[in-house]
């Protein structure tokens, strides 16, 4: 069983950045593609930001340029750093951890808000 705490949400304005980060605990971190999904009001769950584990990371298109998603094994984190942040952005963000293993081991931490005023 693996338990994920995020933290580092909150409100900023436009233009703004965060820091977003995301503490694993209970398994093996380092086996787990790492990943940062966010759903604000009225939308769906959509992918952020993912990291395998050999270091590949991938985006959504509305994110490119402006957050970048990392990973510290030894420490058992996830941080993802958001720039240029815009009213779009505003939404719950989650950290995910996936494992594809003979069955798909995935597991979710409780969110962060994120607000972004104009």
């Known amino acids: 069983q693996v338990q994920l705490v995020e933290s580092g949400g909150g409100l900023v304005q436009a233009g703004g950045s965060l820091r977003l980060s995301c503490a694993a605990s209970?398994?093996?971190?380092?086996?787990?593609?790492m990943a940062w999904y966010r759903q604000a009001p009225g939308k769906q769950r959509e992918l952020v930001a993912s990291?395998?584990?050999?270091?590949?990371?991938n985006y959504a298109d509305s994110v490119k340029g402006r957050f970048t998603i990392s990973r510290d094994n030894d420490k058992n984190m996830v941080y993802l750093q958001m720039n240029s942040l815009t009213p779009e952005d505003t939404a719950v963000y989650s950290c995910?951890?996936?494992?594809?293993?003979?069955?798909?081991?995935?597991?979710w931490g409780q969110g962060t808000q994120v607000t972004v005023s104009s």
């Open positions: 209970g398994g093996r971190f380092s086996r787990f593609t």
């Open positions: 990291v395998t584990t050999g270091g590949n990371r």
């Open positions: 995910n951890a996936i494992m594809f293993a003979m069955t798909t081991i995935q597991y």
